[in-house]
């Protein structure tokens, strides 16, 4: 009786997953290179991506993501440093595992495009609660309600201000290991900044979330839909709160005038801080400084992604395959930065799998 039950749960499970889109995980990694490694340790990477069934279509999943997850989730921050960088603009560090033991390692957490203490609170609980390790979340210019005194805003952030805030989370736990993910616009800072220190980076292993690679093409691909919202968000977040410290840039009619995200990039430079595009691009794109990062990094994007589109990772996985520390993991369904699992409890997979991927790379640094 029980071997036929068997039978109808498998064939039923099948059925679903043909429906829904579940599907092994795609992995591109050097075949001998140290990445490998962490294989043996995480059987989440041999088994099925299995999306909400509910949330199988991709924009259903991303607004689930948006409109419903990002506004249920409770958590509280134990503290928020408010940071003011050398040249007197204002970042900021919220924590949640603040009061844990000195030596626990710490999770730098770098946001989304219009990210706030809000919007990331789901990501900081999950990987807080997975890992019970300490959670750093460095808020760029502008985010979060922060004042800005210094007319200066970044879609992708500062490593300047990235080092700053690493040197101060580093004073408070000096003997915490660090490591780091970037979430969406986030991957752009994290990446473009690992590839500037090389082996130098404090930071032990990374993860990078949902990345569009390079920044200057990135947003030609983003869905239309999505482009034009996130392009009036960035004008609400901005452009309007700050609109008397922005009268004097002579580029702001053009950036007025952008309709997409792709407009907006190409015309926001000087709101940034630099005087043209050119030298905007060849400070802030990591994909210039990519094959130099140096430490683990599993990087994590949906086939089905409509803002970070898939088909920016093609022209790099050749790459990707040539590097010994990088793994590109590539999943069928998972929306944008979405990944839920479970049916009366939905639940990050991709979560899941930051917190293993960090537990591990943790627990191969202690053997080694």
């Given at each position: 009786?029980m071997?036929t039950?068997?039978?109808?749960?498998?064939?039923?499970?099948?059925?679903?997953?043909?429906?829904?889109g579940?599907?092994?995980?795609?992995?591109?990694?050097?075949?001998?290179?140290?990445?490998?490694?962490?294989?043996?340790?995480?059987?989440?990477?041999?088994?099925k991506?299995r999306?909400?069934?509910?949330?199988?279509?991709?924009?259903?999943?991303?607004?689930?993501?948006?409109?419903?997850k990002?506004?249920?989730?409770?958590?509280?921050?134990?503290?928020?440093?408010?940071?003011?960088?050398?040249?007197?603009?204002?970042?900021a560090?919220?924590?949640?595992?603040?009061?844990?033991?000195?030596?626990t390692?710490?999770?730098v957490?770098m946001?989304t495009?219009?990210g706030?203490?809000?919007?990331?609170?789901?990501?900081v609980?999950?990987?807080?609660?997975?890992t019970?390790?300490?959670?750093?979340?460095?808020?760029?210019?502008?985010h979060g309600?922060l004042?800005?005194p210094?007319?200066q805003?970044?879609?992708?952030?500062?490593?300047?201000?990235?080092?700053?805030?690493?040197v101060?989370?580093?004073?408070?736990?000096?003997?915490s290991?660090?490591?780091a993910?970037?979430s969406?616009?986030?991957?752009?800072l994290?990446?473009?900044?690992?590839?500037?220190?090389?082996?130098?980076t404090?930071?032990?292993?990374?993860?990078a979330?949902?990345?569009?690679?390079?920044t200057?093409?990135g947003?030609?691909h983003v869905?239309p839909f999505?482009?034009?919202?996130?392009t009036?968000?960035?004008?609400?977040?901005f452009i309007?709160?700050?609109?008397?410290i922005?009268q004097?840039v002579?580029?702001?009619?053009?950036?007025?005038?952008?309709?997409t995200?792709?407009?907006?990039?190409?015309?926001?430079?000087?709101?940034?801080?630099?005087e043209?595009?050119?030298?905007?691009?060849?400070?802030?794109?990591?994909?210039?400084?990519?094959e130099?990062?140096?430490?683990?990094?599993?990087?994590l994007?949906?086939e089905?992604?409509?803002?970070?589109?898939?088909?920016?990772f093609?022209p790099?996985?050749?790459?990707?395959?040539?590097?010994?520390?990088?793994m590109?993991?590539?999943t069928?369904?998972?929306s944008h930065?979405?990944?839920?699992?479970?049916v009366?409890?939905t639940?990050?997979?991709?979560?899941r799998l930051?917190?293993?991927?960090?537990?591990?790379?943790?627990?191969?640094?202690?053997?080694?």
């Amino acid at each position: 009786m029980m071997s036929t039950l068997q039978k109808i749960a498998k064939i039923t499970q099948a059925v679903l997953d043909q429906v829904t889109g579940a599907d092994l995980p795609t992995l591109y990694y050097h075949p001998h290179g140290e990445i490998r490694r962490v294989l043996d340790y995480l059987p989440q990477l041999k088994e099925k991506y299995r999306p909400t069934p509910w949330l199988s279509n991709t924009h259903a999943h991303l607004l689930y993501f948006d409109l419903i997850k990002k506004k249920t989730i409770r958590q509280q921050y134990d503290r928020v440093d408010q940071l003011t960088m050398q040249d007197g603009g204002i970042t900021a560090v919220a924590w949640v595992g603040y009061d844990l033991p000195a030596d626990t390692p710490t999770i730098v957490l770098m946001h989304t495009i219009t990210g706030s203490l809000e919007s990331m609170r789901e990501l900081v609980r999950d990987l807080h609660q997975q890992t019970q390790w300490r959670i750093a979340l460095c808020l760029r210019r502008g985010h979060g309600n922060l004042p800005m005194p210094v007319p200066q805003m970044n879609l992708f952030g500062s490593t300047h201000d990235l080092r700053e805030q690493i040197v101060f989370i580093q004073q408070q736990f000096p003997q915490s290991e660090l490591y780091a993910v970037g979430s969406s616009a986030g991957t752009g800072l994290l990446v473009r900044y690992l590839g500037e220190e090389g082996e130098q980076t404090p930071i032990k292993a990374a993860f990078a979330l949902c990345p569009g690679y390079n920044t200057e093409l990135g947003f030609q691909h983003v869905h239309p839909f999505y482009s034009k919202v996130m392009t009036k968000k960035l004008f609400q977040f901005f452009i309007q709160p700050h609109q008397d410290i922005w009268q004097n840039v002579k580029s702001l009619s053009q950036v007025l005038s952008a309709t997409t995200l792709a407009e907006f990039e190409k015309a926001y430079f000087e709101l940034a801080g630099f005087e043209d595009y050119d030298s905007y691009t060849q400070a802030i794109n990591p994909i210039y400084v990519f094959e130099n990062v140096k430490i683990p990094l599993m990087v994590l994007n949906a086939e089905d992604d409509p803002v970070c589109h898939i088909k920016n990772f093609d022209p790099y996985k050749e790459t990707i395959r040539k590097m010994p520390n990088i793994m590109v993991v590539t999943t069928r369904k998972g929306s944008h930065c979405g990944f839920y699992e479970g049916v009366g409890f939905t639940k990050s997979w991709a979560s899941r799998l930051i917190s293993n991927y960090f537990k591990v790379q943790s627990q191969l640094l202690q053997a080694s």
